[in-house]
């Protein structure tokens, strides 16, 4: 099945760069590009792409605010946000407004077509050493403590024992393999505990899995 990929960025070469990468893949197609923010939303809206890839630092409506808009409307695509350098504090925002991982725009035309294809296929961009670097980082810089909202420490409270493992190891950047190999069981069993706790916590993927357990201060930054 091939992706439907939407770029937004309001730098035409990126823009245009993205494109060429990747329509060359044969299971990856473009269907839309954005200037801004705000035409994201519309375009998401309107194309419904499975992937968007969205630009932090955009005029009208920033990346952000428009990953908030989008996944606030219920909208199934996955955004992987666009930087230009690995420790931006905004990053982190964006993870936590609904961002499944990030990617920097001097990626690889090969790591830009994988990024693509983990995040559509549900997973998240969290394996790589400066992603944990940069969650950990900006938890710490986060408001300590941070108080879970009193729903989510209902739904906390509603995870077993296992799946509370299981999410310490998510946030650690584990994928279900590593953490099936760590827990001694079957990777089935291990995408069944991954399913429960997004249901349970209302979240939509790993990385959000991510985000709560660092300020949850389930795992400690470092």
Do not use: C, W
């Not at 969205?54 to 920033?62: A, F, V």
């Not at 940069?134 to 209902?154: C, H, K």
């Not at 953490?179 to 706790?197: D, P, Q, W, Y």
């Amino acid at each position: 099945m091939t992706i439907r990929v939407l770029i937004a960025d309001d730098q035409m070469m990126v823009r245009e760069g993205f494109s060429v990468l990747l329509n060359a893949m044969p299971d990856i197609e473009v269907v839309g590009e954005a200037v801004n923010g705000r035409q994201a939303v519309e375009r998401v809206r309107e194309l419904a792409p499975d992937v968007v890839l969205m630009d932090i630092r955009m005029p009208e409506l920033n990346g952000i605010e428009a990953t908030r808009e989008i996944v606030a409307a219920d909208a199934a695509a996955k955004v992987l946000v666009l930087t230009t350098f690995d420790l931006d504090e905004y990053v982190y925002q964006a993870l936590r407004a609904g961002a499944s991982g990030f990617l920097l725009k001097d990626a690889s035309a090969r790591q830009l077509a994988d990024g693509v294809r983990i995040v559509a296929a549900g997973e998240a961009l969290l394996a790589p050493s400066v992603t944990r670097r940069l969650i950990t980082e900006f938890s710490r810089l986060s408001e300590s403590p941070r108080l879970m909202p009193a729903g989510a420490q209902a739904a906390y409270g509603e995870l077993t024992e296992r799946e509370t493992e299981v999410l310490v190891l998510i946030a650690q950047g584990l994928s279900n393999a590593e953490i099936a190999e760590r827990l001694v069981v079957a990777e089935s069993t291990i995408k069944t505990h991954v399913s429960r706790i997004l249901v349970k916590l209302g979240l939509r993927d790993r990385t959000q899995a991510a985000v709560f357990a660092y300020e949850a201060r389930l795992v400690t930054p470092g």
